[in-house]
Antibody, heavy 123, light 106 residues
């Protein structure tokens, strides 16, 4: 059964950094574009970033552009999100999510989500 | 990038039909997806490419997308359908989510 497992969350002070990881099992990650979506407590879903299947193309929300970096290691079936210059408003559960399609024709839809890892940015 | 607007809440009686609307500029020109999120759980894809249901999603879930509005319809709503629902689209290299709609079945 396909599964995504995130890790790396925790409590961090404003301005500091954190690295989130997402490991896939039961599927070959290199076949799919992958994304991170976050959700602040009691709030809605917010897309953070996406990366193409081969890692050549990255996309970021304006709110994180220049501070977050998305990468992947297909040989390890893994996805990484480097969070720099963290702000209190970055506090959220961060979900790793898989694009359901191997084609870019329709735009992403996320058919597999991890359980999330929680990031708290506070002094 | 654009925005997607959803009503904060919708109520439906068990067995009746619920419709949740998602509006955005020329949304019908994009492909819309819908997610269900129960409390304390990760989101689940219930509709993609405007009208398609992933395997395992009950056929009481259906959707359409035209003009500026995408619509998720739940026919014969059940207590287990009570959840938050989010629409989502892809707009010029950016993924956008609607603000979410809390569906209450009572």
């Amino acid at each position: 059964q396909a599964q995504l497992v995130e890790s790396g969350g925790g409590v961090v002070q404003p301005g500091r950094s954190l690295r989130l990881s997402c490991v896939a099992s039961g599927l070959t990650l290199s076949n799919y574009d992958m994304h991170w979506v976050r959700q602040a407590p009691g709030k809605g879903l917010e897309w953070v970033a996406g990366i193409s299947d081969n890692g050549r193309n990255n996309y970021y929300a304006d709110s994180v552009k220049g501070r977050f970096t998305l990468s992947r290691d297909n040989s390890k079936n893994s996805l990484f999100l480097q969070l720099n210059s963290l702000r209190p408003e970055d506090s959220a559960t961060y979900y790793c999510a898989k694009d359901e399609s191997t084609s870019a024709t329709f735009g992403p839809a996320f058919d597999l989500w991890g359980q999330g890892t929680f990031v708290t940015v506070s002094s | 990038s654009g925005e997607l607007t959803q009503p904060p809440s919708v109520s439906v009686s068990p067995g009746q039909t619920a419709s949740i609307f998602c509006s955005g500029d020329k949304l019908g020109d994009k492909f819309a997806s819908w997610y269900q999120q129960r409390p304390g759980q990760s989101p689940v894809l219930v509709i993609f490419q405007d009208t398609k249901r992933p395997s395992g999603v009950p056929d009481r879930f259906s959707a359409s997308n035209s003009g500026n509005t995408a619509t998720l319809t739940i026919s014969g709503a059940q207590a287990m359908d009570e959840a938050d629902y989010y629409c989502q689209a892809w707009d010029n290299t950016v993924v956008i989510f609607g603000g979410g709609t809390k569906l209450t079945v009572l």
